[in-house]
Structure formats: C-alpha cells, structure tokens
C-alpha cells in the first residue's frame, strides 16, 4: 500500500507524556536524517556577506568530509522496528483483513490511543504496557504452522495484499514472498516480546 509501519517502544512515564502532548510521539520517531550530515555556517563574501553578517539571517551548507574519510554507519535503534510495504499482509496473516480486524489481533491498524497530530498522512496511535502484553500473548501462541494455513492465496489477492500470479512463475514468487513475510512476522513477535519484557508501552505509526 505504500506506507510504513513504525512501531516504537516506549517506557512509562513517556506514555504517560505522550498521552498528554501527542506531538511528542512525533518527536519520538522523527528520524533527524540531517544529523548524519553534519552543518556548517557560509560566509559570503563582499557586501552581500557583510550585509548578511549584521543580521541574524545564517545561510548553511552540508560540511564537506576530509577526503577518504569513511562516513559514521547509520545507528540502528533496537526499541525500533519498521515493516516496509507488507505490514497489510501482515495483518491480514492476523486478523483475516488487510485493514481492519479484532483486537489484539489488529494492533497494526487499530486499537489503543489515536493521537492527533497535524500531519493528515501520519497516523498515530499510543499503546499501554498492558495492552502490549496482551498483544504479546496472542502472538506467541501462534506458531509458525498457524500461520503458515492461513495463507489463501485466492482470498489475499480478493483482499489486495497479493498480486494475482502472472506467468508460469507467478506461484514461486507468491510463494517466496509468502515466506519473507512470515520471517518479517516473527522478527515482530520477538520485538513485541523484548517490549513485553522491558514493561514498555508502543507508538504505532502509519505514514
């Protein structure tokens, strides 16, 4: 569907902040790209850089890194997960729909505190620690085989989370990505157990 889905622990008392001010779950999971590119002050020269240098007007550009210097790695955060494009197949493996679906089964798409944000592309919503936990049970008692016999190829391409197969290979690749999306499935329960253990609360993101 084009859209990511962001989980993001969170501890209690930032449950508890978040409730109360929604734009600090923004704040949260804002990725601040421009910190991989550190920024440094422009000074012009001649009267425009005079000119600029009496006001509080500052003009900045990506600082130029030592020649052969190997850019820092991109820090990966553990209290983050993201599900890039498949988060609706996902969901449907749970709940049977791409969209909707039954508490605590749909918690991909919907349950917990909706928070409002100004953002109309961004959907927010704020889980507790208990509702974690319950989330946490469902899924650990699906097992890998459970999941697996869900998978009704014809009904997931009635529901569009699968593309109807084209070709003599169309069923290996559905098959393929069948399977990478049950990996992707249990990399999610494992982090929603590490949230269980950590007594966390989750942001849940759709952007």
Avoid at 116 to 143: A, G, N
Avoid at 166 to 192: H, Y
């Amino acid at each position: 569907m084009g859209m990511v889905c962001t989980l993001k622990r969170v501890s209690g008392a930032e449950v508890k902040e978040i409730a109360a001010t929604p734009e600090a779950a923004v704040a949260l999971l804002d990725d601040d790209a421009d910190s991989e590119y550190p920024l440094e002050d422009v000074r012009l020269p001649g009267c425009l850089g005079l000119f600029l240098r009496m006001t509080p007007i500052k003009i900045q550009q990506v600082a130029q890194r030592p020649e052969r210097e190997i850019p820092a790695a991109a820090v990966i955060d553990p209290d983050r997960f993201e599900i890039e494009k498949v988060w609706d197949v996902i969901n449907y493996l749970l709940t049977g729909t791409a969209t909707d679906g039954d508490l605590p089964a749909s918690f991909l798409v919907n349950g917990g505190t909706e928070l409002d944000v100004e953002d109309d592309d961004t959907h927010l919503r704020l889980l507790t620690p208990q509702q974690v936990d319950e989330i946490d049970q469902y899924l650990q008692s699906l097992t890998l085989d459970d999941l697996r016999a869900r998978v009704d190829v014809g009904d997931m391409v009635k529901a569009r989370v699968l593309t109807k197969p084209k070709g003599n290979d169309g069923s290996g690749k559905q098959a393929e990505f069948v399977n990478g999306v049950l990996k992707e499935l249990e990399q999610l329960k494992t982090f929603i157990a590490g949230t269980r253990e950590k007594s966390n609360g989750l942001v849940v993101m759709l952007s």
